[in-house]
């Protein structure tokens, strides 16, 4: 299994910040593990052109269920993978909270992207309240069944555990609280998948940092992460996907 560090740049950036992709290319021509990162979907295109004959992959952050048609301001997986995506993030918590997605949306979502090719990142995770309440693996089981297209394989589809709470907050789980999630994912996703399970990569995401990557990594069935503000720069996303190369 080939490690995945995926950066998620939200709603940031303009050409500008693609001196951020060339820099990160530059520092890092060969990764052991994969590198990947998910910009505004304005930018794909010219990411693609600015990372040409480099290691990095590039993805999209959303896709609609639909091939194509009357929806106004959404894009299609076929569009992303037309702009040089190969990945594409589905049922962030941010969309979920923002744009009321559902389980069963991310999962025609996810079918979307995979019809077309791209693999889907699909985000379970959560809330402060819901931990707080022991509901932990409840929730983060039903969204992981509700959201994952049947007869997934290893090679067509990553999850990354998500806690809300720690998305872009500075706090994380305890390394023991990653531990019992991701094992938790991947017998899960084994009652559901089968044996493909074991090749999926499990990343986790919320607040990853260079400072805290190492440890993270350390943890059993951490296949890699899901970066947000830690990705819009290079020297940092690039210290990330050194301790992954290491790990
Ligand atoms: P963060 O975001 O690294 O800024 O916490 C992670 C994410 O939302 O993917």
Redesign the pocket.
């Known amino acids: 299994m080939r490690k995945l560090a995926a950066g ?1 740049w ?1 709603m940031n950036g303009t050409p500008a910040a693609l001196a951020e992709l060339t820099a990160l290319v530059t520092a890092h021509p060969d990764p052991a593990c994969e590198m990947l990162i998910c910009p505004p979907a304005t930018l794909i295109a010219q990411a693609a052109w600015a990372a040409r004959g480099s290691r990095l992959g590039l993805g999209g952050q959303d896709c609609h269920a639909s091939a194509s048609g009357a929806h106004t301001g959404d894009i299609s997986a076929a569009m992303l993978k037309d702009a040089g995506a190969a990945y594409v ?1 589905l049922g ?3 969309r979920r909270a923002d744009h009321g997605e559902t389980d069963a949306q991310v999962q025609a979502k996810a079918l979307a992207a995979q019809a077309a090719g791209l693999v889907p990142i699909v ?1 379970v995770g959560e809330t402060e309240a819901q931990r707080d309440a022991g509901q932990t693996l409840a929730v983060i089981g039903a969204q992981l069944d509700g959201s994952v297209p049947e007869g997934a394989t290893a090679a067509g589809l990553v999850v ?1 555990y ?1 806690p809300v709470w ?4 500075g706090r994380t789980p305890t390394l023991p609280q990653i531990a019992e999630v991701h094992a938790f994912l991947r017998n899960r996703l084994a009652h559901r998948i089968g044996p493909e399970a074991a090749g999926v990569r499990l990343l986790y ?5 260079p400072s805290n990557a190492a440890e993270i990594f350390a943890v059993p069935d951490v296949d890699g992460a ?6 819009l720069k290079a020297a940092d996303f690039g210290a990330i996907v050194a301790a992954l190369s290491a790990a």
């Open positions: 998620n939200k993030i962030h918590s941010e985000c990354a998500e720690a998305i872009g907050t995401g919320g607040s990853v940092k899901l970066v947000g503000g830690a990705s």
